[in-house]
T-cell receptor
């Protein structure tokens, strides 16, 4: 069965500091991996996705993510966090037989001045 | 172009009632998926429809049903509401039903069961 684990429920970083959000997945086939961001009271916005190829993928808003098959991980990073990045971040794995996603429980990001 | 629109934005119901939630996809998108997001959790997949046919179903009871119309809009119906159905219901649309098509989410319908 597919599953997604985000070990950090909540993270606090200072504005301008770097950010790293962890995600581990369990999936029996080639994973399709995604990071989404959700601001309060809103839907989810796609930050980036990994299907194949280069294990370092670039996304919107200055985010990037690294896929490591040996560790079943998909780590989201940003070199310098802005106050507007405060939100809930979700990692998801997609089934390749349909557009069905399995989401992690999310990591809440707080940005302090 | 307008994004994915969902209606209503908020809804309050009592136990045992039924509810219908609506979703209009982005123009040109033929696939609609529904997710339930309980407070503090990630979204859970309920249904996916493509060209009016069900393409996927998550682990939800038969009280949950959905359909897609010729204009690709969709309805999610929930019967015999339980307190545990209180959640944010998200709709997402994509051009096709395959995984390589990015999903675009609406802002959701907040359903509260009293």
């Amino acid at each position: 069965a597919q599953s997604v684990t985000q070990p950090d429920i909540h993270i606090t970083v200072s504005e301008g500091a770097s950010l790293e959000l962890r995600c581990n997945y369990s999936y029996g086939a080639t994973p399709y991996l995604f990071w989404y961001v959700q601001s309060p009271g809103q839907g989810l916005q796609l930050l980036l996705k990994y299907f194949s190829g280069d294990t370092l993928v670039q996304g919107i808003k200055g985010f990037e993510a690294e896929f490591k098959r040996s560790q079943s991980s998909f780590t989201l990073r940003k070199p310098s966090v802005h106050w507007s990045d405060a939100a809930e971040y979700f990692c998801a794995v997609g089934k390749n037989t349909g557009n069905q996603f399995y989401f992690g429980t999310g990591t809440s990001l707080t940005v302090i001045p | 172009d307008a994004g994915v629109t969902q209606s209503p934005t908020h809804l309050i119901k009592t136990r045992g009632q039924h509810v219908t939630l609506r979703c209009s996809p982005i123009s040109g998108h033929k696939s609609v998926s529904w997710y339930q997001q309980v407070l503090g959790q990630g979204p859970q997949f309920i249904f996916q429809y493509y060209e009016k046919e069900e393409r996927g179903r998550g682990n939800f009871p038969d009280r949950f049903s959905a359909r897609q119309f010729p204009n690709y809009s969709s309805e999610l119906n929930v019967n015999a509401l339980l307190l545990g159905d209180s959640a944010l219901y998200l709709c997402a649309s994509s051009r096709t039903w395959t995984i390589n098509q990015p999903q675009h989410f609406g802002d959701g319908t907040r359903l509260s069961i009293l």
